[in-house]
Antibody
Framework: QVQLVQSGAEVKKPGASVKVSCKAS????????MHWVRQAPGQGLEWMGI????????SYAQKFQGRVTMTRDTSTSTVYMELSSLRSEDTAVYYC???????????????WGQGTMVTVSS | DIQMTQSPSSLSASVGDRVTITCRAS??????LNWYQQKPGKAPKLLIY???SLQSGVPSKFSGSGSGTDFTLTISSLQPEDFATYYC?????????FGQGTKLEIK
């Protein structure tokens, strides 16, 4: 079945970096754009950026420009999101989410990873 | 960025009720509007895409309508499993943006 499986919870100190993985299965990895969305405790959903798994091309939310890097490994059907210079406000659940339509970069998100909790605390 | 505003922010209803949640965009987004359901500790689940298209596997008790700037999600005959938080999201332009959420609680 189509699924996205993310890496486990992380605890980081302020100023550190975190790298979250998202492994896709059950579909052609390179045919669907992948987005990253985060959710702080008790808060709403915040878009972070997008990667084209075929070309590796990325686009990031302005808020995260310079701190976020999204990459992919086509040999393992995995996308990665690395966030640097972590601060307490980055404490959140981070989700990868696949677009519904193969030709659309910006579309509804039909498949989500289970989420990765990242806690930033000294 | 396009701002998405949901109303109400919270809603109390009883099992068997029919409820409507509204989402308004700060500019026209045609029909590029999606609805999600999220339960505590879980990832969001896509219910409706393109304003009114039911995602595969989602019960027909969920329906969406609207275009331009004003959209609604209607849930008929509420069941205990429907009590959750609902989000709208625009996919008209980058960055995609979400409403602040509507928490549907049992009365």
């Amino acid at each position: 079945q189509v699924q996205l499986v993310q890496s486990g919870a992380e605890v980081k100190k302020p100023g550190a970096s975190v790298k979250v993985s998202c492994k896709a299965s059950g579909y052609t990895f390179t045919s669907y754009y992948m987005h990253w969305v985060r959710q702080a405790p008790g808060q709403g959903l915040e878009w972070m950026g997008i990667i084209n798994p075929s070309s590796g091309t990325t686009s990031y939310a302005q808020k995260f420009q310079g701190r976020v890097t999204m990459t992919r490994d086509t040999s393992t059907s995995t996308v990665y999101m690395e966030l640097s210079s972590l601060r307490s406000e980055d404490t959140a659940v981070y989700y990868c989410a696949r677009v519904r339509d193969t030709i659309m970069a910006n579309d509804a998100f039909d498949i989500w990873g289970q989420g990765t909790m990242v806690t930033v605390s000294s | 960025d396009i701002q998405m505003t949901q109303s109400p922010s919270s809603l109390s209803a009883s099992v068997g009720d029919r409820v409507t949640i509204t989402c308004r965009a700060s500019q026209s987004i045609s029909k590029y509007l999606n609805w999600y359901q999220q339960k505590p500790g879980k990832a969001p689940k896509l219910l409706i895409y393109a304003a009114s298209s039911l995602q595969s596997g989602v019960p027909s008790k969920f329906s969406g309508s609207g275009s331009g700037t004003d959209f609604t999600l209607t849930i008929s005959s509420l069941q205990p499993e429907d009590f959750a938080t609902y989000y709208c999201q625009q996919s008209y332009s980058t960055p995609p943006t979400f409403g602040q959420g509507t928490k549907l609680e049992i009365k």
